[in-house]
């Protein structure tokens, strides 16, 4: 499986309920959204989506990614591999899932050992 969130930036849209700040390139007016997809070749360019939803504004990405990994798995009768980008590479994915049966490959931000070893101390 894949997980993306993926922003649609509306900025002029002012009366669209629930937009958020989102972050595409800098800071922009929108809706965010969480995508899972199956993947199901290791060679090739395609995926099949399964759960595309809204990331309300009481929400947050990790939150709905994790939300939607749960159902997924919930519904799936073979071991789930989850692959996330450096958004989800944290503590708070890390936490999110804790429950849910599935493993989890991130890549992580290039800086990511800084920011570890100076709160570390």
Sequence with gaps: ???????????????LKDRTHEYQGGV???????????????QGSWAL???HERISSGSSPILQAASQLKLVCEQSINPVLAVL??????ACWVLAPAS???DCLMRLRKNAWKVVSTTSI
């Design 1 to 15: 499986m894949a997980i993306d969130h993926t922003v649609w930036g509306r900025p002029d849209a002012k009366t």
């Design 28 to 42: 922009i007016m929108g809706q965010g959204y969480s995508t899972i997809a199956w993947i199901p070749e290791a």
């Design 49 to 51: 989506p399964l759960l």
């Design 85 to 90: 980008d450096r958004e989800y590479g944290n």
């Design 100 to 102: 849910i049966q599935a």
